[in-house]
C-alpha cells in the first residue's frame, strides 16, 4: 500500500428520525415527536446564557464518534430552532448551541414545548 493515497475516513450519516431525548428522570422521548409538537408553538431568540451548559451533551465516545459530532456542528443549521421542553430542558438542539457558541452568538432562535409530553420508554 502506497503511503501516498491513504484511505479516507468515512463517516456514518446520523439518522435524526432515531434521536432520543432522555430527560433528568432517565425518561426516553422520540425527537421526531418532539420536533413534530414544537411546530405549534411560537419561534424566539433564546439567550445562550440561559441555557444550561453543564449538562453532559455526549457520553465517552472515542475519536471517530468525536469527529461525527464535529461534524454535524459544523454541518447544525442555525436557522432552525432548538427545542426545549416543557420544564425548560434542551430536548433538541445540543449541536446548534455548541456551534452558536463557537461562533460567538448571543442568542439562538428556539421553541419551548408547552405541554408535557408521555415517554416512548419510562426511566428507573
Known sequence: MSNENPPKIELANPEPLQDIFVDQDGNEFSVARLVDAAKSY???NAPL???NLNQKAFDEYNIIEIAFHIKKVLDADLGMPIIFNWSGSLADG?????????????TIKAVRIG????PCKEGS
Open 94 to 106: 445540543r449541536h446548534r448551541v455548541i456551534k452558536a457558541i463557537v461562533e460567538g452568538k448571543s
Open 49 to 51: 446564557a440561559c441555557i
Open 115 to 118: 405541554h408535557y409530553m408521555a
Open 42 to 44: 411560537p419561534v424566539f
